[in-house]
T-cell receptor, first 114, second 110 residues
Framework: DAGVIQSPRHEVTEMGQEVTLRCKPI?????LFWYRQTMMRGLELLIY????????DSGMPEDRFSAKMPNASFSTLKIQPSEPRDSAVYFC????????????FGQGTRLTVV | DAKTTQPPSMDCAEGRAANLPCNHS???????VYWYRQIHSQGPQYIIH???NNETNEMASLIITEDRKSSTLILPHATLRDTAVYYC???????????FGTGTRLQVFP
């Protein structure tokens, strides 16, 4: 298995533009997580899905952020409009069953908003 | 979920055992202890987890005190590739939330 696949690996965009980050979880996994990592705040859980349904989005910083999971093999995290303070590494992770010990992380998307 | 306390950094000589402590004095009876690590620029990687018994796998051993208020992750023969940030996390069984703290930055030196 190729693991969790995120795209793009790097994204540079101008303030005010829409940004879409993509994630393909491991086949057969039914929980998916989006995290954001910065030097100041560390790793923050933004939202997680179980069986394509958002379970907890309390970590989503504000209405500019939205996440969708239209099917078991694809999820997006969208920022509109983007701001410089959104610059971070965004990680997607998946796990096989709810409560599973092991979550597998992707390589991350490094977002820079200028 | 209960909070954890870890030292911000540790050093270890290559080939020696690395013992990483974690305090979780407010842990509840239904919370497991999990360990993940993050090697520079990569996504976090699962290492091991346990409830109250000591656990061992091919990567590490986890020692949990009898009162469950603290634990130690042991890397028996540290290598340079073990240099990473190690996160100790407590999580209620059957929930999905993995909340990461600040972790311990382990530096393995030759």
């Amino acid at each position: 298995d190729a693991g969790v696949i995120q795209s793009p690996r790097h994204e540079v965009t101008e303030m005010g533009q829409e940004v879409t980050l993509r994630c393909k979880p491991i086949s057969g996994h039914n929980s998916l997580f989006w995290y954001r990592q910065t030097m100041m705040r560390g790793l923050e859980l933004l939202i997680y899905f179980n069986n394509n349904v958002p379970i907890d989005d309390s970590g989503m910083p504000e209405d500019r952020f939205s996440a969708k999971m239209p099917n078991a093999s694809f999820s997006t995290l969208k920022i509109q409009p983007s701001e410089p303070r959104d610059s971070a590494v965004y990680f997607c992770a998946s796990s096989r069953i709810q409560g599973s010990a092991e979550a597998f992380f992707g390589q991350g998307t490094r977002l820079t908003v200028v | 979920d209960a909070k954890t306390t870890q030292p911000p950094s540790m050093d270890c000589a290559e080939g020696r055992a690395a013992n990483l402590p974690c305090n979780h004095s407010t842990i509840s009876g239904n919370e497991y202890v999990y360990w993940y690590r993050q090697i520079h620029s990569q996504g976090p990687q699962y290492i091991i987890h346990g409830l109250k018994n000591n656990e061992t796998n091919e990567m590490a051993s986890l020692i949990i005190t009898e009162d469950r208020k603290s634990s130690t992750l042991i890397l028996p023969h540290a290598t340079l590739r073990d240099t990473a940030v190690y996160y100790c996390i407590v999580r209620v069984v059957d929930t999905d939330k993995l909340i990461f703290g600040t972790g311990t930055r382990l530096q393995v030196f030759p």
